[in-house]
């Protein structure tokens, strides 16, 4: 049977001190105020004579000038050939890539039997073009035996014409003669008549050789006419087949354009980096190469400011830069000074060609952002072209106790009603 003690027993034992109680006398009031007085003083003036600079990080990636070019594919297809290697020098317009982007049925490849038919065509009307110069060639020059002819024939009648008027003239004088002669006396009737016969002879004999000459140059001028309008008949049929020709020359660029596409650099430049290798299938807006330019490039960073922090940045500012690629753990932070600051947001898709654009979890460009150049100056760095770096913007100073009254002026603002100034 358990033992059971009396209530006052328990509570005697708990009660119970089992040494002696020492009591410790307390600061003195005049210190405790003193203590309290100094900390007040000096959070005080803490509060009044200290300050804060708002600071936020953004990010930004290194870029250069002249700017890195970065190659995508124009089409979806399939690399068929590298023409270059990564760190050859390219001048403008070398062949990079070859592109193929041909489409293949059941009756064969359909851009090579387009390019031999669009040949043939060409073959068949430069054999055109050919024969009508060479008609043209031929009839100019068989006209121009004729009109050849035709003028050394014009010179003998022409003799022959003058020599006729000659005759007529002394025919006439010895007319003249016979009927002063008949007048007096000295011949008769018919011998005057005679005389008179072989004048309208001789006339005829001029009259038909001076029309036979008018004619012959009628007809030297229908040859000349004949010439410049057979010339311009064929230059006419020959310009047609011309134009036909350039325009089957269009159809073959647009038909070997949808087969074979070469890529090519269009600036002179380094090779930086290969994104695709032969045999490789790429879809439109795929990048393909990257090119370093020729020159010696300034470096340069592009940072983005968010709308809150626009109104305190300036130019001329310095900030603290973080490269990813030197760890500041390491490297520790580096100057830059803002050279330039957009007025106004960039567009979404300007953003969206950026790596370093601010982004959200689905990868989208949202908000409005602006685009700060920031110069360096940090030469001891091997920087390139499209390192991400983020940097420190040290934007409005205030005194501490303005940061405290902080929410004070949210809730001033929900209470404000409406600004009329």
Same mark, same amino acid.
């Given at each position: ?39 007040? !003083? ?6 009044? =004579? ?21 190659? =995508? ?49 060409? $073959? ?19 006209? $121009? ?62 009259? #038909?050789?001076?029309?036979? !000459? ?60 290969? #994104? ?17 330019? !020729? ?30 690629? =030197? ?36 990868? !989208?460009?949202?908000? #409005? ?53």
């Amino acid at each position: 049977m358990p033992i059971q003690f009396r209530p006052e027993v328990t509570q005697h034992q708990q009660r119970h001190w089992n040494g002696k109680v020492l009591l410790l006398g307390g600061w003195p009031a005049w210190v405790t105020v003193l203590l309290t007085a100094g900390f007040m !003083a000096l959070l005080l003036t803490f509060l009044l =004579f200290g300050s804060y600079t708002r600071r936020i990080n953004v990010s930004g990636e290194i870029t250069t000038e002249p700017h890195t070019v970065n190659l =995508f594919a124009p089409e979806q297809g399939v690399i068929s050939q590298l023409m270059v290697t990564n760190g050859q020098p390219v001048a403008a317009g070398t062949p990079l890539y070859q592109l193929d982007v041909s489409q293949v049925t059941r009756s064969g490849n359909v851009t090579t039997a387009t390019l031999a038919a669009i040949e043939k065509q060409q $073959q068949q009307l430069d054999a055109i073009i050919t024969q009508l110069q060479n008609n043209k060639r031929e009839t100019l020059a068989n006209l $121009q035996q004729q009109l050849t002819q035709y003028q050394q024939a014009q010179q003998g009648v022409q003799a022959m014409v003058a020599s006729s008027l000659e005759g007529l003239q002394a025919m006439r004088i010895s007319r003249d003669s016979y009927a002063a002669s008949l007048r007096k006396g000295l011949i008769n009737t018919d011998q005057m008549n005679n005389q008179r016969y072989l004048y309208y002879q001789q006339q005829s004999v001029y009259q #038909s050789l001076n029309a036979q !000459a008018i004619q012959q140059a009628l007809d030297i001028t229908n040859l000349r006419s004949a010439q410049l309008t057979k010339a311009a008949e064929f230059d006419n049929q020959i310009s047609q087949s011309r134009y036909q020709r350039d325009d089957l020359a269009r159809q073959l660029a647009e038909a070997d354009a949808k087969g074979i596409r070469l890529i090519v650099a269009p600036t002179r430049g380094v090779v930086s980096a290969l #994104s695709v290798t032969p045999g490789q299938m790429v879809n439109a807006g795929d990048s393909l190469i990257q090119l370093v330019p !020729a020159a010696t490039p300034a470096f340069s960073l592009i940072i983005w400011l968010p709308d809150d922090s626009r109104p305190y940045v300036t130019q001329g500012e310095t900030i603290n830069i973080r490269y990813a690629a =030197f760890p500041y753990q390491k490297y520790g932070q580096f100057p830059g000074r803002i050279v330039s600051v957009s007025s106004a947001p960039l567009a979404a898709r300007e953003l969206e060609g950026y790596a370093s654009a601010p982004r959200t979890a689905s990868g !989208a460009v949202e908000g #409005s952002w602006y685009k700060a150049i920031v110069a360096l100056n940090n030469p001891s760095l091997a920087l390139s072209s499209g390192m991400l770096a983020q940097s420190t913007l040290f934007l409005e100073k205030r005194p501490l106790y303005q940061w405290m009254f902080s929410p004070y002026y949210s809730l001033k603002k929900s209470v404000t009603g409406p600004v009329n100034e």
